[in-house]
């Protein structure tokens, strides 16, 4: 039943002050992570081939481009190392070198940038020759346990160095427990513990795995990650890593899973987080370059769903295009 004149839902949309009054603010640069990759060396930026503006960079380069977005407010940064492949062996025992690649790029990036908050991806994918997310056994088997082992010498590590935050993301169980546990009988009582809770074995991360040189070298990982068919799952993932004491809650891939991020937002008084994966940035590169659409305002629409699905801080790679976009 039309009630016009009465309602005219136009009269809102007349103006961008009134679609601005009405609408929910954009999400601000402080609720954005950014994902960056280190690598060894000075005056290291190399271009990563399938995600335009993002590169690989040394601790020096990383500095000169995270200066910029540290005074204009990010939110924060997630730090993954890629490593020559001559350090890694089945264990990814580089993961927890004392004086590793990641540890050091922590003491840097600390060191010049001690309010923005640094959290550090907690994995063995790029790391072990088979590239896997953990130990093997058997070949072919994930070593769940034996991989907890190795998770906590990881985030230990990291903590160690001085990251803000440790964020594990192998979707082992019981890795949240563990590195707790670690973390709280070695005095770090203040590091906070992002999970990786509820990541799906997507086909979004090509990208990435290009970037990070951490493709598994036989199988894949849907023995580890969860099904993109199984929401209930999804959820007992998110309600576990809670009770084992993640303080921060993550879904990952973000823009293909809106409905589990509203889920997990209302099963949990939890912060949430999003992570707005390589594959959804290429993506919109790829649509926007064959001239199918503007690149910003496809990111602006992007970055709005997922904060609109409830996500309280995003993982992007737009995030050092901030200002272009909004
Ligand atoms: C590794 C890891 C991956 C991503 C973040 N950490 C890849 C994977 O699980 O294969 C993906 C990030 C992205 O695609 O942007 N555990
Ligand atoms: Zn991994």
């Given at each position: 039943m039309s009630k016009l004149p009465e309602t005219r839902l136009r009269r809102l949309r007349r103006t961008e002050s009134l679609r601005t009054l009405t609408g929910q603010p954009f999400p601000t640069l402080g609720k954005m992570i950014w994902p960056v990759f280190a690598v060894e060396g000075e005056n290291q930026r190399i271009e990563i081939g399938s995600m335009p503006g993002q590169f690989r960079m040394s601790a020096d380069e990383l500095c000169r481009a995270v200066e910029p977005l540290a005074e204009q407010g990010l939110g924060g940064l997630m730090l993954f190392g890629v490593v020559d492949?001559?350090?890694?062996d089945a264990g990814g025992s580089y993961a927890f070198a004392d004086n590793g690649l990641v540890q050091r790029t922590v003491k840097t990036l600390k060191a010049g940038f001690p309010d923005l908050t640094l959290f550090t991806d907690v994995c063995l994918c790029g790391y072990t020759d088979h590239g896997h997310c953990g130990a093997l056994h058997?070949?072919?088997?994930?070593?769940n346990d034996k991989t907890l082992v190795l998770l906590q010498k990881v985030a230990l590590s990291h903590a160690a160095a001085g990251a803000d935050g440790v964020a594990p993301s192998a979707m082992m169980d019981g890795q949240v427990a563990a590195i707790r546990r670690a973390l709280e009988t070695n005095g770090y009582t203040d590091t906070v513990l992002m999970s990786y809770s509820t990541k799906f074995a997507s086909a979004l991360y090509g990208p990435f795995r290009e970037a990070a040189?951490?493709?598994?070298?036989?199988?894949?990982r849907k023995a580890y990650q969860l099904d993109p068919s199984d929401p209930r799952q999804a959820l007992r993932e998110s309600k576990i890593d809670e009770e084992e004491g993640a303080d921060i809650l993550m879904v990952k891939p973000a823009t293909f899973y809106l409905d589990v991020i509203s889920k997990v937002r209302e099963n949990t008084e939890l912060p949430l987080a999003a992570y707005n994966v390589s594959g959804e940035y290429a993506m919109i590169h790829a649509l926007a370059n064959s001239g199918g659409g503007d690149l910003h305002a496809l990111a602006r629409e992007n970055l709005a769903a997922i904060q609109r699905a409830g996500a309280d801080m995003i993982l992007t790679y737009w995030a050092n295009q901030y200002e272009q976009i909004f």
């Open positions: 492949e001559a350090l890694k058997a070949g072919t088997e994930i070593d040189e951490s493709s598994p070298q036989c199988g894949d």
